[in-house]
């Protein structure tokens, strides 16, 4: 069974602030997927960023960084700088393998206030 | 390019009635996704349809259901409608194959029940 974790329910920071989301997966799978998602207050489900479970090596995307780590099944993501406009909940999700069955898991988000 | 439409936005309706809400996927995308977001119990998949076949299903009621159409459109409808039907409804449309790998989402339909 897969199972996404993200145990921060909500963050509070002062702008400019650096800020981690945590995210713990579980999965039996041997190939699988993450996903980090951002969902500002008009609902829409923002993608930021995916990663198959052969690519372990981190990203940095302008302010946000992601470390993947297998050894602790944890997919994190850091906000450097952070800004108002990050303010949002972020979903950290799980899937397998493409396909007609495949299996997505969303992890129960984290709401991120940045406070000006 | 357009991105994932879903009318209405917003939809109150009263215990009983039935509801139907509509997904527009991006132009070439033949899969669409619909999921069901609740403050109790986040983000839940709802159905996948392709090629006008529903392809996957969760673990909802019988009262949930969908289709596709030939251009890819797909609507859901929830019958009898219960207070805890109250939910943003999301869904996401992706190339075929690609499943979550390509998902991109729509701004959602929140309805109300009352």
């Known amino acids: 069974a897969q199972k996404v974790t993200q145990a921060q329910t909500e963050i509070s920071v002062v702008e400019k602030e650096d800020v981690t989301l945590d995210c713990v997966y579980e999965?039996?799978?041997?190939?699988?997927?993450l996903f980090w998602y951002k969902q500002p207050p008009s609902g829409e489900l923002v993608f930021l960023i995916r990663?198959?479970?052969?690519?372990?090596q981190n990203e940095i995307s302008g302010r946000y960084s992601w470390n993947f780590q297998k050894s602790t099944s944890s997919f994190n993501f850091t906000i450097t700088a952070s800004q108002v406009v990050d303010s949002a909940v972020y979903f950290c999700?799980?899937?397998?393998?493409?396909?007609?069955?495949?299996?997505?898991?969303f992890g129960t988000g984290t709401k991120l206030q940045v406070i000006p | 390019k357009a991105g994932v439409t879903q009318t209405p936005r917003y939809l109150i309706k009263t215990r009983g009635q039935q509801v139907t809400l509509s997904c527009s996927p991006i132009?070439?995308?033949?899969?669409v996704s619909w999921y069901q977001q609740t403050p109790g119990q986040g983000l839940q998949f709802l159905f996948e349809?392709?090629?006008?076949?529903?392809?996957n299903k969760g673990n909802f009621p019988g009262r949930f259901s969908g289709r596709q159409f030939s251009n890819s459109r797909s609507e859901m409808n929830v019958s009898t409608l219960e207070l805890g039907d109250s939910a943003l409804y999301l869904c996401?449309?992706?190339?075929?194959?690609?499943?979550?790998?390509?998902?991109?989402f729509g701004s959602g339909t929140r309805l109300t029940v009352v």
């Open positions: 996401a449309s992706s190339l075929e194959g690609q499943g979550a790998w390509g998902y991109t």
């Open positions: 999965t039996r799978d041997t190939t699988y997927y």
């Open positions: 990663r198959n479970s052969f690519d372990e």
């Open positions: 999700a799980l899937s397998d393998r493409p396909g007609g069955y495949q299996k997505v898991t």
């Open positions: 132009s070439g995308h033949r899969s």
């Open positions: 349809y392709f090629s006008e076949t529903q392809r």
